[in-house]
């Protein structure tokens, strides 16, 4: 079963515009990372925020986590052509196995 | 390119048959997990090994069976494979002792199609 839920569950967006995907989740967590998928490979790390953190950054990522209303953001700015792929988070919770949502899935129109 | 591969990376096969997705994790890394991916379930966890040893088992299926061997790579089982086992089939590493712990390493995936 799914832990999160991605929301919207496809965007599409001009290049340079920046896209904000959302995530909720069901039980407390530890940790929640998001994670990239190009088409039918494999998945990609994105960045890890833990519960005790609110906000986090990697170059063009910025990840918030509000534990209060179990939810997450990503957000992509100045969005390129690359980017697109689906993006998953999931949850971690103690043990090292990891829930993902359904994913959201951007397309990034040149 | 993560350092897990996976073999085979397409298998077609028929429905009864039984299949064996092979992985080997990054060097050092201790864990593997593998998951399913399929458009109805999405991803979901099979099961976890650590250094040869069953740690966590989730949504995985009687006719599947894995293991991990003395030189850590893995094994997934696949038998008496019916339609709906169509899926992508990832295998993931971890180190616990990384710093970013639980961060995962996926495999480029083994598509496996039942006809």
């Known amino acids: 079963s799914q832990q999160g839920e991605e929301d919207p569950q496809a965007l599409s967006i001009q290049e340079g515009e920046n896209a904000t995907m959302n995530c909720s989740y069901k039980t407390s967590i530890n940790n929640l990372q998001w994670y990239r998928q190009n088409s039918g490979r494999g998945l990609v790390h994105l960045i890890l925020i833990r519960s005790n953190e609110r906000e986090k950054h990697s170059g063009r990522l910025r990840v918030t986590l509000d534990t209060s209303k179990k939810s997450s953001s990503l957000l992509i700015t100045a969005s390129r052509a690359a980017d697109t792929a689906s993006y998953f988070c999931a949850t971690g919770a103690g043990s090292y196995q990891l829930t993902f949502g359904k994913g959201t899935k951007l397309s990034v129109i040149p | 390119d993560s350092g897990v591969t996976q073999t085979p990376k397409h298998l077609i096969t028929a429905t009864g048959q039984r299949v064996t997705l092979r992985c080997s994790p990054r060097s050092g890394d201790l864990s593997v997990y593998w998951y399913q991916q399929s458009l109805d379930q999405g991803l979901q966890f099979l099961i976890q090994y650590y250094n040869g040893e069953e740690r966590a088992k989730g949504n995985i299926l009687e006719r599947f069976s894995a293991q991990q061997f003395p030189d850590l790579h893995s094994e997934l089982n696949l038998s008496s494979l019916e339609l709906g086992d169509s899926a992508l089939y990832f295998c993931?590493?971890?180190?616990?002792?990384?710093?970013?712990?639980?961060?995962?390493?996926f495999g480029p995936g083994t598509r496996l199609t039942v006809l």
């Open positions: 993931a590493s971890s180190d616990r002792r990384a710093r970013s712990y639980n961060e995962q390493f």
